[in-house]
């Protein structure tokens, strides 16, 4: 990649790639490329005017391909003073010329060079003018754009950080009310007689409290003893305008344990819980997480709940 870029440099030095970019013959990577170069370059922008006076004579002279010529005709003769570069060039092609009258006087010559060198200065300097000045808008023009886009980000960022901070201070209220509601309640605790569920099997059921993110907050420790077959997780849910939730159990090393979707949270005197059944035997070790995802309209899954408790058998 390097070698191309370095073989690029070399060629738009050259007279033959210039007079290419001067007929528009150029793709637009290298068109950008010269331009930047010319706009960075003094000498590099006094061969361009070099190369633009060949170019000119040639086309005065007839020296130039009819398509090369139509290109000129469209690309150099777009504004007065690349037509006045034209005429002044015809008149000093027929002055070349011989005539039948003498040639004038050595004090005449010299005036009309004078007037002709003064108006090739004129026309280089017009064209410096016309780059420097269109090369100062390009770069208003950008700087304008990137002071935009600043602005338009801070605006955003700052957005967000409202719309953040306000969702941290509804959480924070849900999460103190949730506190006071599970310190008002009593502890939750396997009866010495586990209850059964409609198979038949015993049944522990567990309040979680919610932790927020995964290993965040003060784990809850709970236990279970042997004849305990099912085990059943209630997680309160602060946000239930959802289609559906799903659950997954993880242990202490991140390992997926038990998954399970389509459930139905449930409305109670202190808020909506998610109760989630899963079998004794998947709880192997003793620190797990349970995270709660909420199915969106588009199916799509999203953060509702993040619960960290600890669970032991006898």
Known sequence: MQSKVKEMEKDIHSDLVLKQYLLDELSGADRDLIEREYLADKEFFDQLLAVENDLVDDYVSGELSPPQRNRFERKMLATPRQREKLTQARFLLRSKRPHSRATPPP???????????????????????????????????????????????RVRVEEESRQ????????????????????QAPETSVP???????????????VLPLTGTRGGGEQSPFKINQEIQTVQLVAHITNIAYRSFAGELQNADGKQLFTIRRLKARKTTNGAT?????????????????????????????????????????
């Open 164 to 183: 953040l901070q306000a969702k941290l201070s509804g959480q924070q209220k849900q999460n103190t009310e949730l506190l006071q509601e599970l310190s």
């Open 274 to 314: 998610l109760p989630i059944t899963i079998p004794a035997k998947l709880f192997e070790g003793s620190d797990f997480v349970l995270k709660v995802s909420g199915v969106g309209a588009d199916g799509s899954l999203e953060d509702a709940g993040v619960y960290s408790f600890r669970l032991t058998k006898n």
């Open 192 to 206: 010495v007689e586990p209850p059964k569920n409609e198979s038949g099997l015993h049944l522990a059921i567990f």
């Open 107 to 153: 004090r005449e010559r010299a005036t009309w060079i004078t007037a002709v060198s003064q108006r090739r200065v004129f026309a280089v300097a017009t064209l410096l003018l016309l780059v420097t000045t269109g090369w100062l808008a390009i770069r208003v023009w950008q700087m304008s754009r990137q002071l935009e886009q600043m602005r338009a980000e």
